[in-house]
Nanobody, 121 residues
């Protein structure tokens, strides 16, 4: 029905940069809030950054000043520019989006399958 596909993960040295992208496809009438979450081994999934449909952004304290979230509502995409990466940023990164699939229907949350980000020291 709705698919979220992430791309851009990989292996990078500490201090380096990566850019993650996520595209929503399928029965997408409109998207509301879109965000990135991450889950490190042995830890719960946690919010990294979020951007509302109106463009308001929010970040986890640990990534403020290093990560930047952006969206293209016309293309139903969201990106995460990650700079000055640290080993502690190593995790599987998941995209989440509020998607309206039909007129008059409430939006539902959809998740991507995740992309691995590994930061070596």
């Amino acid at each position: 029905q709705v698919q979220l596909v992430e791309s851009g993960g990989g292996l990078v040295q500490a201090g380096g940069s990566l850019r993650l992208s996520c595209a929503a496809s399928g029965r997408v009438l409109s998207t509301g809030s879109m965000g990135w979450y991450r889950q490190a081994p042995g830890k719960q999934r946690a919010l990294v950054a979020n951007v509302t449909g109106g463009g308001t952004t929010a970040y986890a304290d640990s990534v403020k000043g290093r990560f930047t979230i952006s969206r293209d509502s016309a293309k139903n995409t969201v990106s995460l520019q990650m700079n000055t990466l640290e080993p502690e940023d190593t995790a599987v990164y998941y995209c989440k989006a509020e998607v309206q699939t039909a007129w008059g229907r409430r939006s539902s949350n959809f998740w991507g399958r995740g992309t691995q980000v590994t930061v070596s020291s």
